[in-house]
């Protein structure tokens, strides 16, 4: 059964950086794309960033220049790197895998962003 194990988020100030991570079991193979979503309270969730297996990179509008993705293909891991947090960015955050066609989900982390 395939997994996905995210890291903890966390409380930080306007401004600040903060890092999450999110890891699959060995059992996924073929990833064709790694991606982050979140969603606040009383709101849809929302695409923040994706990253596809051939490097393509999308970044929703409101976290471009902000917000970086990357990935470890050897370690089946995906870092998304948050700077200039804002407290509108706070929200549950999902890492998602795709693989052969299916959705994977992490469990959630909650990043909360004060002002």
């Known amino acids: 059964q395939v997994q996905l194990v995210e890291s903890a988020g966390g409380l930080v100030q306007a401004g600040g950086s903060l890092r999450l991570s999110c890891t699959a079991s060995?059992?996924?193979?073929?990833?064709?794309?790694m991606g982050w979503y979140r969603q606040a309270p009383g709101k849809k969730r929302e695409l923040v960033a994706t990253l596809t297996s051939g490097g393509s990179t999308y970044y929703a509008d409101s976290v471009k220049g902000r917000f970086g993705i990357s990935r470890d293909n050897a370690k089946k891991t995906v870092v998304l790197q948050m700077n200039s947090l804002k407290p509108e960015d706070t929200a549950v955050y999902y890492c998602?895998?795709?693989?052969?066609?299916?959705?994977?989900w992490g469990q959630g982390t909650q990043v909360t962003v004060s002002s």
């Open positions: 060995a059992s996924i193979v073929s990833i064709s794309r």
């Open positions: 998602n895998f795709v693989s052969n066609l299916r959705d994977y």
